[in-house]
Structures are given as structure tokens and as C-alpha cells.
């Protein structure tokens, strides 16, 4: 019986793989430990090369390294095009699936004291990359009948306490809109799209800043949650959100 865990001849994209310690990178190596072949895609390509070159140094892969501003529609566009040429040989315009993990989270403090710039950069940085990606990836997914990812968080979900971070839970809201969006319209091209919301993860940034005795979701853990739902376990699973606590 074949592992549907199993990514081998699979494309598998991933955003937001650029620093070391953290969740992209977990993921990252997740997939390629499962045999995926990847397109990694960060802001800065020294960054995004190193972590490629980490996975291709333990002989995993094969691995590409792509350097986009995902906010951008336009070089979102432009970098789904380096990532389709680079793999044509074997994957003939075909994306298994799509995680968007680029994003980053920031304190706004109350409504009455924000900054209308820490405002806007959490929709840059968190929804208008979601979309652009999925925007220019969407072909190639449908091509392949594949899947999308996306980050939320447990800021975004009902219960969840937005206190002090009305941006980032509202950035978050509007991702998941996005992705059961996503889930709908594709449906009948044989595209899923499902999204994880973490609580905090034990990431080297989030370790820094909140110190290490603080309650996370490991990164190992996250990435196993997203193989999973890129994988044909989840076939029937779409426009779902998964709490990860």
C-alpha cells in the first residue's frame, strides 16, 4: 500500500521560507523529508538560498530558491513563472500545492492609540500575500488538481482574543475569508484549500521575544498538520480551519 504521506514527484511551493528557526523552514523540511520536490520563495534571496541549501547539503530535494515581494500582484505573477520554468522538466506547469505560510504578526495596542501604518502593514503583509500568491499559482494548481494552505490564527477564530492586535486578528479574518473563497470557487476545477491557526509557535523569533517557559505549538507539529492537508489523506477536507493549541 502506498504512504499517502509520501510527497515523491510532487510540487510542492512554499512562501515565507527566508529565517532560520522558523515555521516555513520547519515545513519546509517536512515536505522534503517526504520526498516533495520544492520551490521555496522569500523577500530576500540570500535568506531563501540558505534554507535551500540546508535541505539540498542533506541530500533532499530537489530543491529551488525564489526571491518575490509577495504583496506585489505583478511580481507574485513574475515569481510563479521562475518557479514553473525552473521545474518544467518534471512537473509540466502542474503546482500539487500551495502553503502560505509569508506573513508576520505585530501588537497594534487599542484602536485609539494605532498607527494607521502598523495597520496596513499587517493586510500587506498577511492578506495582500496570500491573495497575489494565490492569484498567480492558481493555474498551475488546477492543472494539477492541487491544494492551498494558509495561515490564520486562533486571533481570527471565534473565542479567540484580539486584544491589543485588532490588525493582525483582522489580517488573519480576511485570510480565511480568503481561503474558504478559495475552497468554493475551485471546487469544481478539483482544487482544495484549507487553512491552520496556530497559537503561538515555537519559533526562534517567538522564543526571543516571549521567552522559552511560554506554552507554544512546536514547529514539527505544524508541519506535520500541513503535510496532511496538502496530501491525499485530505481529499475530502476542504474550507476547513484547524486550531493548533
Known sequence: ??????????????????????????????FAQRGASLALIDLALEQVTDRAFALTAERLGPVTAHAANLADPADAERVAADVLAA???????????????????????PLSDADPAAWTKQFTINLETAFA???????????????????????ATPGGSSKGMAAYAAAKSGVLSLMRTVALDEKAHGVRANAVA????RTASNVADMGDS?????????ADVVAFLASPMARNVTGQVLTLA
Open 198 to 201: 496556530p497559537t503561538a509557535i
Open 1 to 30: 500500500m502506498s504512504n499517502p504521506l509520501d510527497f515523491s514527484g510532487r510540487l510542492i511551493v512554499i512562501t515565507g521560507v527566508g529565517r532560520a528557526g522558523q515555521v516555513g523552514e520547519a515545513i519546509a523540511h517536512g
Open 133 to 155: 500568491t494565490t492569484r498567480a499559482f492558481l493555474p498551475a494548481v488546477r492543472a494539477a488538481r492541487g491544494s492551498f494552505v494558509y495561515f490564520g490564527s486562533v486571533a
Open 214 to 222: 511560554t506554552s507554544y505549538v512546536e514547529r514539527g507539529s505544524v
Open 87 to 109: 521545474h518544467q522538466r518534471h512537473h509540466a506547469g502542474q503546482v500539487d500545492a500551495v502553503i502560505c505560510v509569508a506573513g508576520g504578526f505585530g501588537m497594534t495596542g
